[in-house]
């Protein structure tokens, strides 16, 4: 059943264009009821041409049009742009973010205490696969809950948590996606320096990591048993796993995580 609520987006990214997908797939609203902006009017065409929705350059403009505002910015544009956009900003629309750090106080100070739900998704949403969280400021309900809930499972699965692990979402789960790509181009860097071609190793370890997600994503086991049922004492595996741990790998994995979660921390100081 269709939403006849009209949804602006500032920013027509990569994330702003996989919602805008998801929910016209999905069903939850018509192509006349999305608005999208964006500083590139190269992109607002491109955007206009595939999906049909309206667009302009003017944020002020579509957000006025608008009952639900979806913010899919770059964190270093918010402080600049937020004085710009507070006079169309009512306490009867909705804002939904999705910038990295940004806390929900933040917009209710500069956007007076509109409804805000804070979110955090990442780039699988682009397949329909994503993982998004989600939290409710201070003058949000849970109807408002609802909706961003309901936008957000048209592109993947939802999962609602307190606002004060949001930094640590954004380094696990926002910023994921990245870790898993850096393995993948380190293990194409190996096969191929070990041998093997361009297309061979690219193959073996796209459908590697694409099975193995889905065995993450299909079985009841944890990670740890799964890993374990291909570690055969004495085996390939069980030697590459002790590298693994004579390098510190875990160590690594964790410290690096811990410095996403503080730079998500930084930026909401600015």
């Not at 994503?130 to 408002?144: D, E, I, P, Q, W």
């Not at 085996?235 to 160590?251: S, W």
Request: glycine fraction near 8%.
């Amino acid at each position: 059943m269709k939403n006849n609520k009209t949804i602006c987006f500032i920013g027509s990214g990569n994330m702003g264009e996989a919602l805008i997908s998801g929910l016209l797939t999905s069903g939850w609203t018509a192509k006349e009821n999305i608005i999208a902006t964006d500083i590139n009017p190269k992109r607002l065409r491109y955007i206009s041409k595939k999906y049909g929705v309206r667009v302009t350059i003017d944020n002020v403009d579509g957000i006025k049009q608008s009952d639900i505002i979806i913010l899919a910015i770059k964190p270093q544009i918010v402080p600049e742009l937020l004085p710009r956009i507070a006079g169309g900003v009512s306490s009867d629309k909705l804002l939904i973010s999705i910038v990295a750090g940004i806390t929900t106080k933040y917009f209710e100070r500069h956007l007076n205490n509109v409804p805000v739900i804070r979110t955090m998704p990442n780039t699988p949403a682009l397949l329909k696969s994503g993982m998004t969280a989600v939290c409710r400021g201070r003058f949000s309900n849970k109807r408002h809950e609802g909706i961003a809930v309901s936008i957000f499972e048209s592109v993947g699965k939802v999962l609602k948590l307190p606002e004060k692990y949001f930094d640590i979402v954004t380094a696990v789960s926002g910023s994921g996606p990245a870790y898993v790509f850096y393995l993948a181009e380190s293990m194409i860097s190996a096969a191929k320096k070990l041998g093997l071609s361009e297309a061979v190793s690219q193959q073996l370890v796209r459908q590697t990591i694409y099975g193995t997600g889905s065995m993450l994503s299909k079985l009841d086991e944890s990670p740890g048993i799964l890993r374990a049922k291909i570690t055969s004492p004495g085996g390939t595996t069980e030697q590459a796993i002790k590298v693994f741990e004579r390098k510190h790998l875990i160590d690594g994995i964790l410290k690096a995580i811990e410095r996403a979660r503080d730079r998500s921390r930084e930026l909401a100081k600015k």
